[in-house]
């Protein structure tokens, strides 16, 4: 079949497959005329290795080291790994690449391609920049229990301050002192007792909430200020900060996997965390986190991806470095999961206990076994402080891609009004982020802060956005003239495995688990002992369904104000309609409309 740009070469005459208008002119769009170009140029990365780190940078973060090891403890360790390597390989890179081959090729960021694809679909865009800007608003609560770590260090020296135990309900594992009060399930290991008693200030529950920790507060503020000056004059132009973020981490982590597997106990934790116990994989639990982590973890569904294939150049080719990152995200997922699982399997030999119950599976598990590690290092404060500015890293580098997609949704939406004025829109969305997160740095912080990344970016909306992103993509604009886009760009005929992934697998995929996590719900817990109320999930289900909402209600808002009638408008809102990026810039980047039917 021949490229989009051999068929615009033709007369504008009716196809069989497309329609092609006359060229038009920016005015006729409301769009920029070339007098603004120079204040609204987008940008583009300075280089081709920049998106592949950008890239690197957004998927690998906390969601590998602090999120996917407290998954795989949670649901069973082998069984959680074999789902999520199932899902990777027919979900995760086929619609990751789906997701950045988009954005490089229409030029925009998540806010707005969806509705150029399908224009009755263009709520997705609305509920990814919802899920988006809630995954911001709680995402920099761990690079600010993380600062709140860092500086702790450094107080300390030359011991670190979670060495020794400080209240009677603990017993030191790294020197073997066992003060056993009450029933070892109440025991707490110094590490643990940190957490929860110095960073946390832990509440019961989320009934009592408690006052602000000033502590954190400020290290909310500083995360946040350091968010925003990197991104303050757009990501595309933050290259060499990107470069160090997303290498950086890798040294760390490596040092700390050499003394993790070599730590007494080690080759058991490894045992329970590569071995499947079949049977848990009869539970939907394993499957839909699983799934829901990939998503997670390769930023799909986020509108980030979109984003950043947007400051490619038009010819980039966007496939290899798709590739690339989704192998070094779970290559990372993996390794981070070995040292955690180490680190469970020594501590389950220290305090003679199994290792599924060794210690709480919560969003705190990263800041447990880590820690832990450290005090078996030689010049442990070193190690510490290395650990927690890899932490930083990570979280850092993840959240200002994160705002970075939110903004340039926001900005694509409304380009002639706030393109220029882009500056002073980041300032106000990062302060509002700010805002919102901060009763999660209160002493019932982190049950809120559990129920966020619960309800808000996992789970049912997340999967009930990237159902209707691949159902737009690949049956409404069609697999076909998907491929037809990859091979204008880069020159790839693409392979029938990613076909078959975009059309069939993928959304089907999706919508089982989505069904199934609908069905087998099971009430949010912290820990073993602490079950949300009643009132807390209907928050919860508020949270998802705010996000949700958008596809149906932009739906009906279509069909019912369009000029047409109901049918008309219907049939209309299935016809992609969209203003494609052309290779060079002689065209102001805009092309003909081009409507696929």
Not at 363 to 368: A, D, E, N, R, Y
Not at 548 to 560: F, G, K, Q, R, S
Request: net charge neutral; hydrophobic share 45%.
């Amino acid at each position: 079949m021949a490229t989009i740009s051999e068929k615009l070469s033709e007369s504008p005459t009716i196809k069989s497959d497309i329609i092609v208008t006359k060229p038009i002119t920016s005015s006729e769009l409301d769009l920029p005329s070339s007098e603004e170009e120079d204040k609204m140029e987008r940008g583009s990365w300075s280089n081709k290795l920049d998106f592949l780190f950008s890239c690197i940078s957004l998927s690998v973060g906390l969601g590998n080291v602090w999120r996917f090891p407290y998954l795989c403890y949670k649901n069973g360790g082998g069984a959680f790994l074999v789902t999520y390597l199932i899902a990777m390989i027919f979900c995760g890179i086929p619609i990751f690449f789906q997701e950045v081959s988009i954005g490089q090729y229409l030029g925009s960021g998540g806010m707005t391609f969806v509705g150029q694809l399908c224009p009755l679909l263009k709520g997705v865009g609305y509920s990814t920049m919802t899920i988006v800007f809630l995954l911001d608003v709680y995402y920099c609560i761990i690079i600010a229990w993380t600062l709140l770590y860092f500086i702790s260090t450094f107080l300390k020296l030359p011991d670190l301050p979670w060495s020794t135990c400080v209240t009677e309900d603990c017993y030191n594992i790294s020197r073997g002192a066992h003060q056993a009060v009450n029933g070892s399930e109440l025991l707490r290991s110094p590490v643990e007792e940190f957490f929860e008693k110095e960073i946390l200030h832990i509440s019961t529950g989320i009934e009592d909430i408690g006052g602000i920790q000033w502590k954190l507060f400020g290290c909310l503020v500083l995360g946040w200020f350091i968010i925003y000056l990197i991104i303050r004059k757009g990501l595309h132009q933050s290259g060499k900060i990107i470069w160090f973020t997303a290498l950086c981490p890798y040294v760390i982590l490596m040092t700390l996997l050499v003394r993790a597997v070599t730590l007494d106990g080690a080759a058991d934790g490894l045992l329970y965390y590569i071995t499947p116990r079949w049977s848990e994989l009869l539970a939907p639990a394993p499957w839909m986190e699983g799934a829901t982590q990939i998503f997670f973890a390769y930023s799909i569904g986020c509108g980030a991806l979109p984003a950043l294939g947007s400051y490619n150049k038009f010819n980039h080719n966007c496939y290899k470095d798709a590739v690339i990152t989704c192998i070094v995200n779970t290559l990372t997922s993996i390794l981070a999961g070995c040292v955690t699982f180490s680190v469970l399997g020594h501590m389950a030999l220290e305090k003679g206990s199994d290792i599924s119950n060794v210690v709480q599976s919560g969003p705190g598990l990263v800041f447990i076994t880590y820690p832990e590690i450290v005090l078996k290092l030689p010049g442990a404060p070193f190690w510490a402080a290395a650990f927690f500015f890899m932490l930083l890293l990570l979280g850092v580098d993840s959240a200002f891609c994160l705002v970075e997609s939110f903004v340039t949704g926001v900005v694509d939406n409304w380009p002639k009004i706030l393109r220029p004025h882009r500056g002073k829109l980041t300032i106000c969305i990062c302060f509002v982020m700010f805002l919102l997160g901060i009763p999660m740095v209160t002493h019932g912080g982190v049950y809120i802060f559990q129920l966020m990344d619960y309800y808000s970016a996992s789970g049912m909306s997340l999967l009930w956005v990237c159902f209707f992103q691949t159902i737009a993509i690949s049956w409404v604009f069609g697999t076909e003239k998907l491929c037809d886009c990859i091979k204008e760009m880069i020159g790839m005929t693409t392979n029938r495995f990613l076909v078959i992934c975009w059309k069939f697998c993928g959304p089907l995929v999706i919508l089982i688990i989505f069904l199934a996590h609908c069905i087998n719900y099971e009430s949010l817990t912290y820990g073993k002992y602490y079950t949300y109320p009643t009132w807390a999930e209907y928050v919860g289900f508020l949270i998802s369904f705010s996000s949700m909402v958008w596809v149906p209600a932009y739906a009906i808002y279509y069909v019912l104000t369009g000029k047409g009638s109901v049918l008309e408008n219907l049939r209309l809102g299935l016809k992609p309609k969209f203003i494609r990026r052309m290779p060079s810039k002689t065209d102001d980047n805009f092309a003909s409309i081009e409507q696929f039917i």
